[in-house]
């Protein structure tokens, strides 16, 4: 074949040119690979610092949120007046104590006693109070609570604000209603009465408006409107609930269940200070 292609009259034709070899390409790849692969490597190391150490803050800061919690239940309890007892459970809100801390006062605090004791009244009792300052000569920016009265409590609030001449008047509750019940004399004659009232608030006091009046014993031929005026008066019968609270904390509302009456509270100059929380407050009128 070869001494063919050497013959004359045949052309010879060039070898073609041999192609480079893809090493070098080969290694760049490789180079670049691992280059991306550390650069991941990288990035998921860091991510899991991050995370770690975001869990360590919140760790931490958990903790702080108990430690500063337990020390206000503390403060609390070291300055409530000495006709107050009972436990008070604190929580505080927001996202970080610490923040907070640093900001000088908390998002959100809220109390809470299922049984506190005021001057003998019991009482269920929750508080929310909002920008609490830890300088505590300053007041909090917005406090709101509500107080649940069982019938027991009320008859001790009621039987401080009855004439003399209607002791021992028993309180039933319903919707939206307060009744209660006694014996009281009247030109010398015991008459038992049962009255109702639709409760309202002042400031400083509950208000039971009267509503109806009945007779349940001995009442003769004495009619039971005017009963109502003896018993209860042309006005409301003011339950003065100041003394019970401390000054600048004021009433907002009442709902009355057959269960309970519920107060709500609400005050924005109040201190969280031993001279503010025992500093009982008064009423007006009554």
Wanted: overall charge negative.
């Amino acid at each position: 074949m070869a001494q063919r292609r050497d013959r004359s009259g045949h052309p010879q034709w060039p070898r073609p040119a041999r192609r480079l070899r893809t090493g070098t390409h080969v290694g760049v790849d490789a180079s670049a690979r691992k280059s991306r692969r550390r650069g991941l490597g990288a990035f998921v190391v860091t991510g899991l610092v991050v995370l770690g150490l975001v869990a360590v803050f919140f760790f931490i800061d958990g903790g702080l949120r108990g430690y500063a919690e337990d020390q206000i239940e503390q403060e609390i309890a070291a300055n409530l007046p000495d006709t107050v007892t009972g436990d008070v459970a604190v929580s505080i809100g927001g996202l970080s104590v610490i923040a907070q801390y640093l900001g000088g006062s908390f998002d959100r605090v809220a109390l809470e006693s299922g049984a506190l004791t005021v001057d003998g009244v019991p009482a269920s009792v929750h508080v929310v109070a909002t920008d609490v300052p830890l300088d505590q000569s300053e007041p909090v920016g917005d406090l709101r609570g509500i107080i649940d009265l069982e019938p027991d409590a009320l008859n001790t609030l009621l039987a401080q604000a009855l004439p003399n001449d209607a002791p021992d008047a028993s309180v039933a509750l319903g919707q939206g209603e307060i009744s209660y019940s006694g014996d009281l004399e009247v030109l010398g004659f015991p008459i038992g009465y049962r009255a109702s009232a639709t409760p309202s608030v002042d400031a400083d006091a509950l208000l039971l408006t009267p509503s109806g009046a009945s007779v349940t014993s001995g009442g003769g031929s004495i009619d039971a409107g005017n009963l109502l005026s003896l018993v209860l008066g042309e006005e409301p019968l003011r339950i003065c609930v100041a003394p019970y609270l401390p000054e600048g904390v004021n009433l907002a509302g009442v709902n009355v269940t057959p269960e309970r009456a519920r107060l709500t509270l609400q005050s924005s100059a109040l201190t969280l200070g031993r001279e503010s929380l025992t500093t009982l407050g008064s009423c007006s009128n009554g």
